[in-house]
């Protein structure tokens, strides 16, 4: 059974930088897509990063590239979202999820397995 479990979230100021960790267990993940979900307090959840296991091809939404960087450890079977810069509208519950299609997506409804987020709060 997959298991993705998040941390490294907390509180930072505007500027700042956090790495999120998602451990990921129970498969063998190269023929994964992994990605990088949040969702704000009121808003609708929002894809945030995604990368591809075997190539570590990404993608980005506009509002983090640039600031957001997804990286992923083989041996540690693990993916990082490191975070700079951050701003208060960065504030949310960021998710780990797995896509076992090996298909680079920004839709939510592509990807098999959730994590069950850590908190971000970025302070002004």
């Known amino acids: 059974q997959v298991q993705l479990v998040e941390s490294g979230g907390g509180l930072v100021q505007a500027g700042g930088s956090l790495r999120l960790s998602c451990a990921a267990s129970g498969r063998t993940f190269t023929t994964y897509v992994m990605g990088w979900f949040r969702q704000a307090p009121g808003k609708e959840r929002e894809f945030v990063a995604a990368i591809r296991w075997s190539d570590r091809s990404t993608d980005y939404a506009d509002s983090v590239k640039g600031r957001f960087t997804i990286s992923r450890d083989g041996l540690k079977n693990t993916v990082y979202l490191q975070m700079n810069n951050l701003k208060p509208e960065d504030t949310a519950v960021y998710s780990c999820?797995?896509?076992?299609?090996?298909?680079?997506?920004?839709?939510?409804?592509?990807?098999?397995?959730w994590g069950q987020g850590t908190q971000v709060t970025v302070s002004s």
């Open positions: 999820a797995a896509n076992r299609r090996n298909l680079v997506t920004r839709s939510q409804s592509q990807y098999d397995y």
